[in-house]
């Protein structure tokens, strides 16, 4: 990628911000999914039959009644598959159907095509399979004390922590359980396959990784890549649940469609989605800290069990994440941070917005919680004190915080949300309020923007310049409402000096740029905008050649800005000197193309730099609850934000309050839940609840941190879709200082995750509890004084 030419790295602060490229066609329904696209005649659907055990072997199956159904067309096993049956993103595992037994209750062990889903639904009622049920394991702490990975564990250490930890005044030791979350996309996972003349097929995705569609059809078909084409306009949301677990049903479509040579749509069901597909990891973290007297960290040893379920999918990568986010905002000066990938007989969890990081993020405030209870200060000036700062820049993997902008941001949220204030009005109303309870936290995100597998940091991007001046852009990245497409036509506009009008930008496809990435990790903007911003400046370097030898000018007499072109003392519409240049015979199309400079990670060390640059935010919840339900109100929010130079700061402050809405809902509603057989009892709406607009915070303040970023990202500006999604946590912390009241906050009482009412409830009761020992404690010691 060539240096960004001077002129091209302002930000858009004056620009007339545009809206979102489908917000018209969203709102009016008139945005086109695959589920919306006309049906072929001869179309077919497909349903599964799913596994009822958890860890068996498959006795026999009989799937006569199946292929005799009225409407079922054909039925496959493991063994009709073409190609290979695993279907796993990177290592293996991950079977497109069972074979001789299954993991997880919900797997796939038999596929049927039939004219209407209705009809394939019940048809796959019918089969009768026999099982010889194994032993499960079905919690981390379980995969932990058995031994069971699905990969080996790995450590990052830096300094000597267990020296530290004996030497240092105070410890706290404890655990918490780190509950999932469900991605409740409104769109659910959807392919449909269309067979063409040349064995190959055509398969619409709604994914975030079409290239990886392609790649594993053509696995399971035994076919060449390239007969594989995948198209993918938009997606009803993903968050990571279809950067990997959406090929499944790519290719599942496309055996059927290949047998039967007819189009073929594979739908789940909202029920059979949140049974078969992976979720956000559960984890359990233990852990052990020793601090000062001021509460200053000298010593931390964290071990992170993941719950990954049956096979790694991108568990690996997510546990890592999570590793790589245990310190958050907080130099630790002496640590040793462990991450097991631990095997349970569950459904294979994957991707979901922030990966691994916001369960390392969560471990490290509610560090922080217990070391401000133990002495006695407020969190946020622990939170302060152990901040990154000057002379506290190297994380526990070795990365230096180079931009010291933390300490700052905190401290100007501080005096913007009028928290000192606030936090000693609700100390004087706790004090008067028997029954109702408030609670404050500020609570900052320090977050790593970059795929930390390395090659992944790579884009490209197809450009074309019409005679008309209309410019057409093709990139690897997909749309999945996050406004990835507007930022990359108003990168297009701005690189070439034009309208923004002008721009078009076509649905992602295999056939116009290959081997992309996943559209993940937050680094669409910064992977695929770099990328045509280089189309851009390759043709717009073409164009000032032109003009130099056609009009004799010299370089810097060439321009194009607001839709003109400068030609030293001439001016012309851009159409106009797009039309002239190509009857010059001079190229209007271009391929780009970027990687991520700087990083690198040393596995076997455990020290490198995994990341390009760091986002960062800070949230201040307030929240009120009741005492004797644990029922409660976030009551307002104040966020700063860090996106560097904001390309559409419109865009960027909807991300962020979606992001801090799906943050608080993992903490505080969205429970999931198995039972002791390893089956998910949290499979509807019905008993899945997802924050709605009732729960956003009546006072909702978003702000961006003025201050562009000190890499040479795509104009300055920083990644913004997963970060502020761990500003959710300051509700969680906030829940925790309302529980903590009750006992004058001489206690952190434990609190669940997520903190639903009951959870609430519990850690008031734990409170009181204290209270009452402590009290009964007091008036034991001043009877034997009195006694004295």
């Known amino acids: 990628m060539r240096k960004l030419p001077s002129d091209l790295v302002t930000g858009f602060k004056s620009d007339k911000l545009p809206m979102h490229e489908s917000a018209v066609k969203h709102v009016t329904g008139q945005a086109v999914y695959i589920d919306d696209m006309p049906e072929w005649p001869n179309e077919l659907h497909v349903a599964t039959g799913k596994s009822t055990e958890a860890h068996a072997d498959i006795v026999s199956i009989n799937l006569d009644k199946v292929r005799a159904y009225p409407g079922v067309v054909d039925v496959i096993v493991q063994s009709d598959i073409p190609g290979e049956v695993d279907v796993s993103p990177v290592l293996s595992g991950d079977l497109l159907l069972a074979g001789d037994f299954v993991h997880f209750i919900g797997q796939s062990i038999f596929a049927v095509a039939a004219t209407s889903l209705r009809i394939a639904k019940q048809a796959v009622e019918l089969a009768e399979v026999v099982y010889k049920p194994r ?9 932990l004390e058995r031994q069971e990975f699905v990969l080996p564990t790995h450590t990052i250490q830096c300094g000597d922590a267990k020296a530290a930890m004996e030497t240092a005044p105070h410890k706290i030791k404890s655990d918490i359980y780190i509950k999932g979350q469900e991605h409740f996309y409104l769109e659910g996972q959807i392919s449909v396959a269309v067979p063409n003349e040349d064995g190959g097929v055509l398969v619409y995705a709604s994914s975030q990784h079409p290239a990886e569609v392609q790649k594993l059809v053509a696995k399971v078909l035994g076919v060449s890549v390239a007969q594989v084409l995948v198209e993918v306009r938009r997606m009803g949301g993903g968050f990571g ?18 047998r039967n040579r007819c189009p073929v749509k594979y739908r789940m069901p909202r029920q059979d989605d949140m049974v078969q597909t992976g979720k956000r990891h559960d984890f359990w973290n233990s852990y052990e800290v020793g601090f000062s007297a001021e509460g200053e960290i000298i010593s931390a040893e964290y071990d992170m069990v993941g719950k990954c379920g049956c096979t790694a999918d991108l568990s690996d990568g997510v546990v890592d994440r999570a590793m790589f986010h245990a310190d958050n905002a907080y130099f630790l000066p002496n640590a040793r941070i462990s991450g097991y990938r631990g095997k349970t007989h569950t459904v294979s969890n994957t991707a979901f917005r922030g990966f691994g990081g916001p369960k390392g993020v ?4 509610a560090v922080i919680e217990e070391i401000a209870c133990t002495v006695g200060k407020d969190a946020l000036d622990v939170r302060k004190l152990n901040c990154y700062q000057e002379g506290k820049t190297k994380t526990p993997y070795g990365q230096d915080v180079e931009e010291n902008v933390l300490l700052t941001l905190i401290e100007e949220l501080e005096e913007s949300s009028d928290y000192r204030a606030r936090r000693e009005a609700i100390r004087e109303f706790n004090k008067q309020s028997p029954f109702l309870k408030k609670g404050l936290a500020l609570t900052p995100v320090k977050f790593g923007i970059s795929f930390t597998s390395k090659h992944l940091n790579q884009g490209g991007a197809l450009v ?41 930008v076509s649905s992602t496809r295999t ?55 400068i030609l030293g003392g001439e001016t012309m519409s851009f ?78 402050i909807g991300q962020i309050e979606g992001a801090f809405v799906q943050g608080m809902g993992w903490l505080t509603t969205e429970e999931l839940s198995w039972d002791e057989k390893g089956r998910i009892t949290t499979n509807s709406p ?8 009732a729960d956003v915070p009546e006072k909702f303040n978003v702000k961006l941190f003025d201050r562009a970023n000190s890499e040479e990202s795509v104009y300055r500006s920083k990644a913004v879709g997963e970060p502020p999604l761990m ?10 200082d309302a529980c903590a009241s009750v006992c004058d906050y001489q206690f952190s009482p434990p609190l669940a995750v997520p903190a639903t009412p009951e959870a609430v409830f519990y850690g008031m009761q734990a409170a009181q509890a204290f209270q009452s020992e402590s009290q009964s404690k007091q008036k034991t010691e001043k009877d034997q004084a009195a006694n004295l």
Not at 135 to 143: A, D, G, R
Not at 362 to 365: D, H, Q, S
């Open 727 to 736: 500003l959710g946590i300051s509700v969680w912390c906030a829940l925790k």
């Open 362 to 365: 969560l471990l490290a405030e």
């Open 575 to 652: 159409p106009e000197f797009i039309k002239l240049a190509y009857m010059n015979r001079v190229s209007l199309s271009s391929t780009g193309f970027y990687k991520t400079p700087k990083i690198g990670y040393d596995r076997k060390a455990a020290k490198g730099r995994p990341f390009l640059y760091f986002s960062n935010g800070a949230a201040v919840s307030e929240v009120i609850v009741d005492t004797f339900t644990g029922e409660y109100k976030v009551t307002q929010v104040d966020i700063l934000h860090d996106v560097g130079d904001s390309i559409n700061s419109d865009i960027d």
């Open 464 to 504: 074309h310049v019409y005679t008309d001046g209309s410019v057409h852009i093709s990139h690897g990245g997909t749309e999945m409402g996050q406004g990835l497409y507007t930022k990359v036509a108003q990168i297009v506009a701005k690189t070439f000096g034009i309208d923004y009008q002008r721009v078009n």
């Open 241 to 258: 649940g279809k950067e990997s677990q959406a090929a499944v049903l790519g290719c599942m479509a496309a055996v059927l469609a290949i």
């Open 686 to 693: 019905a008993n899945y609840k997802i924050p709605t607009s």
């Open 511 to 565: 056939d116009k740029v290959p081997n992309a990435s996943p559209t993940a990790a937050s680094a669409g903007t910064d992977l695929n905008g770099m990328a045509a911003l280089d189309a851009v400046v390759t043709i717009k370097g073409r164009l000032q050649e032109f003009a130099m030898e056609h009009f004799s000018i010299a370089a810097d007499a060439f321009a194009i800005t607001d839709d003109q072109v």
């Open 135 to 143: 032993i499960s394991t079905l919690h981390p702490k379980e995969s």
